[in-house]
T-cell receptor, first 116, second 117 residues
Framework: AQTVTQSQPEMSVQEAETVTLSCTYDTSENNYYLFWYKQPPSRQMILVIRQEAYKQQNATENRFSVNFQKAAKSFSLKISDSQLGDTAMYFCASNAGGTSYGKLTFGQGTILTVHP | GAVVSQHPSWVICKSGTSVKIECRSLDFQATTMFWYRQFPKQSLMLMATSNEGSKATYEQGVEKDKFLINHASLTLSTLTVTSAHPEDSSFYIC?????????????FGPGTRLTVT
């Protein structure tokens, strides 16, 4: 079984500053993927970034980057140069293989507010 | 590419009636579709997994007779909430994955808001 934990229910940041959202996970699988999804007020789920567990290099997508610590089972998201449009609920998720192949396990979510 | 649609986007129904929600993959064949339920400011809760042509696999605690899922084609899955009650009011989201796409990736529909009065 997989578990994903986000311990920050809410975060806020000033526009143009940097913010880090935390996520820890647990899985018994060797091959798995980790994701950060954004859910803006429209409630459409948007993939922000993904990390393949067998890759040591941290994934980066423009202003978004992750700090993947496999031994510690930690997967934090850093948002640089925060923009008002980054205001959303952010979910950390894992997707493992085996009998749970394809199933996403989500964390509780973190509501991020970017202030002007 | 990888677009998933849901219809309707918002539905209001009376207690005791049934309502059907459609989930379509518009530009790929979805071998697997997932149905989630989400309450305000909460996480997504997986309800069931459906594979084309097979019976859906429901998560523990989800009533299969209340939430009927059909995945009759590679582009369409439906969720029918039978004998709906106010406690069934929620936001329902589907997602899809296809063998032609990255196997680890799911593509989400825009969601359906169900209000039962």
């Amino acid at each position: 079984a997989q578990t994903v934990t986000q311990s920050q229910p809410e975060m806020s940041v000033q526009e143009a500053e940097t913010v880090t959202l935390s996520c820890t996970y647990d899985t018994s699988e060797n091959n798995y993927y980790l994701f950060w999804y954004k859910q803006p007020p429209s409630r459409q789920m948007i993939l922000v970034i993904r990390q393949e567990a067998y890759k040591q290099q941290n994934a980066t997508e423009n202003r978004f980057s992750v700090n993947f610590q496999k031994a510690a089972k930690s997967f934090s998201l850093k948002i640089s140069d925060s923009q008002l449009g980054d205001t959303a609920m952010y979910f950390c998720a894992s997707n493992a293989g085996g009998t749970s192949y394809g199933k996403l396990t989500f964390g509780q979510g973190t509501i991020l507010t970017v202030h002007p | 590419g990888a677009v998933v649609s849901q219809h309707p986007s918002w539905v209001i129904c009376k207690s005791g009636t049934s309502v059907k929600i459609e989930c379509r993959s518009l530009d790929f064949q979805a071998t697997t579709m997932f149905w989630y339920r989400q309450f305000p400011k909460q996480s997504l809760m997986l309800m069931a997994t459906s594979n084309e042509g097979s019976k859906a696999t429901y998560e523990q605690g989800v009533e299969k007779d209340k939430f009927l899922i059909n995945h009759a084609s590679l582009t369409l899955s439906t969720l029918t909430v039978t004998s709906a009650h106010p406690e069934d009011s929620s936001f329902y989201i589907c997602s899809a994955r296809g063998d032609s796409r990255a196997p680890y990736e799911q593509y989400f529909g825009p969601g359906t808001r169900l209000t039962v009065t």
